[in-house]
């Protein structure tokens, strides 16, 4: 069976690849390298010893993805494909805008087009929005603050309306809270370009040598150390995560909202001693200001993703550091 994998060369996309191989899926990726290299395709390929069926198109190439249709008998698709950074997207919103909603209802329309009714969508617990009722469960209203944000909820919307309109349409959003760690092998991993945003990639690189310390932002929260908390999980539960999630839509009609997370929060201090533990060396920090925007508090409530895919996570913070540590120390 044929899997259409948007996005399949980066963080998320590409530990979706491997996992999907290893389940017996036949994939196609369709990447514009906008934030990733191109020898993440070759390590998904060394690592499942399969060739990979790769289209080089952007979502706003309509034409581009009806061929990638025409082709091939594609059955599922999981579309991750999208910009992700906060910060930019405020400097960038129509950027983000565009990219993200006009490239998901290309693909949409692509699929409608071929007859492939079932998408599994790569959404966030961004969705939550300011939201302060920990854990956060599917049912909560949607909100956003920043346009990266935005983006996701309208395209939850988006999709949702087009179950209500069709009900031959499988749509699974997907909820992800905060993904880190790398695939065991260390061939395959998060590489942000410039300086990292999140706190994870930002933690190896002070450990590499890279940059001097990291920034914690605030440590007056209302949390057991003062550190932001938040549900950080291994992306190769993720990835396993997006697999169930497909094939619970084999056999389900209509759109559903779903969390992946580990349901157990963890402070950034914390997170820091488990890096210094996975890595053997002293992660120096400075406490600074707030970063504008972030809450205090972000976990999941895991109930439905047990429930519906019987999904939960295996890897713990410790495996989560030691192999985003193994990929740092192999670039
Ligand atoms: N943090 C620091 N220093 C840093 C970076 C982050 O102290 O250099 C703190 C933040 O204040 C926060 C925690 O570390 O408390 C995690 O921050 P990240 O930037 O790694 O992640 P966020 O929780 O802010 O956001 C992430 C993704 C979003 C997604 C969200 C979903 O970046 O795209 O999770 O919950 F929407």
Redesign the pocket.
């Known amino acids: 069976m044929n899997v259409l994998v948007t996005g399949g060369n980066g963080f998320i996309g590409s530990h979706t690849c491997v996992e999907l191989i290893e389940a017996g899926y036949d994939i196609i990726v369709v990447d514009n390298f906008s934030n990733s290299e191109l020898e993440n395709i070759a390590n998904i390929e060394k690592i499942t010893s399969k060739k990979i069926c790769f289209y080089p198109i952007d979502m706003l190439d309509y034409n581009g993805l009806d061929r990638i249709f025409k082709e091939n008998s594609i059955s599922a698709v999981i579309h991750f494909a999208g910009l992700?950074a906060?910060g930019e997207s405020v400097k960038k919103p129509l950027e983000y805008y565009e990219n993200n909603i006009t490239g998901t209802i290309n693909v949409c329309k692509a699929m409608r087009e071929n007859g492939c009714k079932c998408m599994v969508f790569s959404s966030?617990?961004?969705v939550y929005g300011t939201s302060s009722k920990v854990p956060f469960v599917e049912t909560l209203p949607t909100f956003a603050t920043n346009p990266?944000?935005f983006t996701k909820v309208m395209i939850e919307r988006i999709l949702n309306d087009l179950c209500m309109a069709d009900p031959d349409w499988s749509v699974m959003l997907l909820r992800?809270?905060?993904p880190i760690g790398a695939h065991e092998s260390g061939m395959i991993g998060e590489k942000p370009k410039g300086i990292p945003?999140?706190?994870?990639p930002?933690i190896s690189q002070v450990a590499l040598g890279v940059l001097p310390y990291?920034?914690?932002?605030?440590d007056n929260y209302d949390t057991h150390d003062g550190?932001?908390v938040?549900d950080y999980i291994h992306v190769t539960d993720l990835a396993v995560g997006h697999i169930k999630a497909m094939e619970y839509l084999f056999s389900h009609k209509g759109s559903e909202a779903v969390n992946l997370g580990t349901g157990k929060g963890t402070s950034?201090l914390e997170i820091i001693q488990a890096y210094e533990k996975a890595c053997g060396k002293t992660i120096p920090y400075k406490v600074e200001a707030r970063?504008q925007g972030?809450v205090a508090v972000?976990y999941a409530d895991t109930k439905k993703a047990k429930e519906l895919l019987g999904w939960e996570t295996k890897r713990g913070i410790e495996q989560m550091c030691r192999d985003s540590w193994r990929f740092t120390q192999k670039k």
Not at 214 to 218: D, E, K, Q, R, T
């Open positions: 992700k906060v966030s617990a961004t990266y944000g992800y809270f905060n945003n999140n706190l994870l930002y990291v920034s914690v932002y605030g550190t932001g938040r950034v970063r972030d972000c």
